[in-house]
């Protein structure tokens, strides 16, 4: 049975191969078109195959020669199929797990493509329109993405230490996303990812991190089409139409910490009803350029145009005033309470001002020897002077001396004939002033009455 098939594959390839020298030497080497056959099948010429050829083991080759010398490998070991040119070193690999290796065996990824020099990938080589370079002129550039052929349109750069530079990338996938992933710690928490979302009918940019007690990404930061902010959200809220804003929200509310590399100089918090500002010195609000306007120190003294606020609070200017308005509907009256110059005489003096009535009057005006006016801002040297009315339940005047002293002997009484002739003369009792002394400069009450007593 042996000689039969032998015979009938000697004469099919004798046919096939158009007289071509076929031998088959007694080692059991069959040779196709060479006399000298070095393999089990040794073909000199083109040849082709309709069904496998099987290796039976591992560690087996096909070998292709050309003028004498091997031009090329395809062999099988334990881990896969190989390709290979001019000797062993892989070309190309599929491993038994399905990667595809070019330069390298494909053991790490599904394609896997190394080159120590050179360029890695060309898309439409004829124009050089992409590719991927792995090293330029000798300078270690580890990966250059580039347009055009020429490194003047590069895309995108990248080195051994894992360096990038970019120009742009676009993503255009409906939720496409760019992912990083750090390689300290634990992977699945150390993974962040920026993407393009749909928000109120445009696109926004999301940042978001993996949540650790769930392994989760979730949202962190979010802008949307108009600049807005979200911390927290995804729709940040700002004060007012046509601003930009930050909008940072949180479970418990949002917080903004401010402060140097190794100390905080502020915390901002805010949850539903409040709001609060922590420093440990003292906190200033400045306006018109680089002028504080107002300051709240540690020790809670509120200074408007000071830094040194003497007391809980003050107010710090050549005339300081503070102004209220009132909103009552019967009643809006407006007033103005502060310190403003009188005159040369009463110098600065506190006022408050009717600010409803017709040219503001002052009502009442304590000036800098400390004498109080009302109705008037000239108490003229009195403690208390009062252009008007006072109506009071009780009065009480000391005055010294009381006059007691009219009942002692030693005192010389005017008698009634000379007490006659002074009021015909003079219209008035003795030691009363007139009328004309009254009006100019009013009466001491505590001396009438003790006159008139």
């Known amino acids: 049975m042996k000689k039969i098939i032998t015979t009938a594959f000697a004469t099919i390839v004798a046919v096939c191969g158009y007289s071509q020298t076929n031998t088959f030497p007694s080692d059991g080497n069959v040779g196709i078109g060479t ?37 090329g490998y395809i062999w099988s070991d334990a881990l896969g199929l190989n390709w290979g040119k001019g000797s062993r070193s892989n070309s ?3 491993n038994n797990q399905g990667n595809l290796g070019i330069g390298v065996s494909a053991n790490n990824a599904k394609l896997e493509v190394v080159a120590t020099t050179g360029e890695v990938f060309r898309a439409d ?31 995108a750069t990248f080195n051994a230490q894992g360096t990038a530079s970019a120009g742009t990338v676009n993503l255009v996938s409906p939720d496409a996303f760019l992912r990083l992933n750090s390689t300290n710690g634990s992977p699945d928490k150390q993974k962040w990812d920026i993407r393009a979302i749909s928000a109120s009918g445009y696109e926004g940019l999301e940042f978001r991190t993996i949540n650790d007690a769930n392994n989760v990404f979730s949202s962190k930061m979010f802008i949307n089409h ?8 995804t729709t940040p809220v700002v004060a007012g139409s046509g601003y930009t804003g930050l909008d940072i929200r949180g479970g418990g509310g ?16 805010a949850n539903q009803s409040d709001f609060y500002v922590e420093t440990p010195g003292f906190i200033a609000l400045r306006a018109g350029g680089d002028i504080e306007r107002f300051r ?37 009256r407006k007033w103005e309470i502060g310190s403003e110059y009188i005159d040369e005489v009463n110098g600065m003096a506190f006022a408050i001002r009717d600010m409803t009535t017709s040219g503001s009057p002052i009502r009442m005006a304590v000036n800098k020897d400390g004498n109080i006016a009302i109705g ?19 009065i009480k005047v000391e005055a010294l001396p009381w006059p007691d002293y009219v009942f002692e002997k030693s005192y010389k009484l005017l008698d009634l004939k000379s007490t006659e002739q002074f009021i015909n003369e003079n219209k008035r009792l003795p030691e009363i002033p007139s009328a004309a002394q009254v009006a100019k400069e009013g009466i001491n009450l505590g001396e009438m009455n003790a006159k008139l007593l």
């Open 226 to 233: 108009q600049g807005h902010v979200g911390i927290g959200t």
């Open 254 to 269: 949002g917080s903004l910490i401010l402060g140097s590399p190794a100390n905080i100089g502020a915390y901002v918090f």
């Open 376 to 394: 008037t801002t000239n108490p003229q040297g009195y403690k208390l002077a009062v252009a008007g009315k006072i109506r009071a339940t009780e």
């Open 296 to 332: 709240i120190t540690s020790d809670g003294n509120v200074g408007i145009g000071t830094a040194n606020p003497g007391a809980k609070l003050e107010l710090f200017e050549s005339e300081p005033r503070m102004y209220f308005n009132g909103t009552r509907a019967s009643d809006p």
């Open 125 to 155: 080589a004829a124009n050089g329109a992409y590719r991927i370079v792995a090293n330029q002129g000798g300078v270690d550039l580890q990966g250059i993405i580039n347009v055009n052929g020429a490194l003047t349109g590069t895309l």
């Open 92 to 94: 190309i690999s599929i």
């Open 35 to 71: 006399p000298t056959p070095s393999y089990k099948l040794d073909v000199n010429g083109t040849s082709r195959f309709s069904q496998f050829i099987h290796l039976t083991s591992n560690d087996q080759e096909v070998q292709f020669y050309r003028n004498g010398s091997v031009y």
